[in-house]
């Protein structure tokens, strides 16, 4: 079994070891060593990365026998070996996972919500608790508890214990582990059963933020980051805040109100195009209307390159409310097409689609009044729309 060095001192940067075994891992090198300070991917926590002499660690694992595999990039000739954490990955797990601790206590203490489960990603960290019903106020209260805690500077302990003495140490979720138990004790706040890596003090995590929530599974997610991470994000934010203020020429407290009216002038806006749009579409209908050939009724016969079948399809509409008119219109770039009569006239337009597809190729269909059609070769447009008004002609 592998003696692992990072329950003792998290802060441990460099070490030797020991080659016992190498294996290969989905054709890649792998090394058990007599001792470690590779942390293996546990308990929510990510692993280490670094170096084994000149191999670089890309990943780190715990078998069931308790070695730990550490998978390489190239293959180690040596027996003994040195490590060396990539410390700054090291520092932010510590960061995370103490944050992690100190906010599912507060938690806890605010709405007895039990942490059912812990995720630190590369960017963000999610604990989700036993909470049905979150509100802004719990969140804000928890936030505040946990701030105070790491600006308290509390001490970081790593106790330990067995199955026989758990319960008298007052932990606050129940482990299921057996043998020798590690626990992690901040100081007059939490202890928790875990074999992470932690920082001394809370103070070393500078701050623990909420980011967001959510209700997740009957229960709340709660998005976090804490330590370097929410430094990166403060700054993040209060640079886009300050390019927004710039773009708009405002204060970054006035932004809400000024991107609510942004809103508003723009759904009037949007409102008011749709309209004008409509009335412009009126006006076109109206004038094709003048300069169509009437035969047994009128025939609007138009082909289009810059117009998109919704609105080919709204102008048809508009043409045929009027008595005695056929519509056939075409975006010929797209190869759709839209016919349409007046409820007067004889015919059905779902049928004159079908007849023309089995004839020219392409498909489509649709109601006795209007139809459309697509995927036809290009060359048979034309007679794509001498076939359908043949048809009504006809009819």
Not at 298 to 303: E, F, G, Q, S
Request: hydrophobic fraction near 40%; aromatic fraction near 6%.
């Amino acid at each position: 079994m592998t003696k692992h060095l990072y329950y003792t001192d998290s802060y441990l940067r460099e070490f030797s070891g020991i080659v016992l075994e190498k294996r290969t891992i989905e054709n890649k090198p792998a090394a058990i060593l007599n001792q470690t300070a590779f942390y293996p991917t546990s308990g929510g926590q990510p692993h280490d990365t670094g170096m084994l002499q000149d191999a670089r660690v890309m990943d780190v694992l715990e078998d069931d026998s308790g070695a730990i595999l550490h998978i390489l990039d190239r293959e180690i000739r040596d027996e003994q070996v040195a490590g060396q954490i990539d410390w700054a990955r090291r520092f932010d797990h510590m960061q995370q996972h103490t944050g992690q601790h100190i906010l599912s206590q507060a938690f806890l203490a605010v709405a007895c919500a039990q942490t059912l489960s812990f995720h630190m990603g590369p960017v963000t960290s999610t604990i989700d608790i036993e909470l049905a019903q979150p509100s802004p106020s719990q969140m804000e209260e928890a936030q505040s508890l946990a701030t105070r805690i790491v600006f308290e500077n509390r001490n970081v302990y790593i106790l330990s214990t067995d199955r026989a003495n758990i319960e008298s140490m007052g932990i606050r979720k129940e482990s299921q582990r057996e043998g020798e138990i590690r626990i992690v004790d901040i100081e007059g706040f939490d202890r928790s059963a875990c074999g992470g890596t932690h920082v001394r003090r809370t103070g070393e995590i500078g701050m623990v933020f909420v980011l967001d929530y959510e209700r997740y599974k009957g229960g709340t997610r709660v998005e976090f980051v804490a330590g370097g991470r929410a430094l990166k994000q403060f700054h993040s934010d209060h640079e886009l805040l300050n390019k927004l203020g710039r773009a708009y020429s405002a204060a970054p407290e006035n932004l809400p109100g000024l991107t609510e009216k942004l809103l508003q002038d723009r759904i009037a806006l949007s409102r008011e195009n749709e309209r004008l749009q409509d009335q412009l579409m009126d006006m076109e209908a109206a004038e094709l209307l003048k300069s169509a050939p009437v035969r047994k009724y009128a025939v609007v016969r138009k082909v289009y390159t810059d117009r998109s079948l919704d609105k080919i399809k709204v102008l048809a509409q508009k043409l045929t409310a009027q008595p005695d008119v056929l519509a056939v219109l075409c975006n010929a770039d797209a190869c759709q097409l839209v016919v349409a009569r007046s409820r007067n006239l004889a015919g059905n337009c779902n049928d004159a689609i079908k007849k023309a597809a089995a004839e020219l190729g392409g498909k489509g269909g649709g109601k006795p009044e209007l139809a459309q059609a697509g995927g036809f070769p290009a060359n048979t447009l034309d007679a794509w729309l001498q076939s359908l008004e043949n048809y009504f002609l006809s009819t």
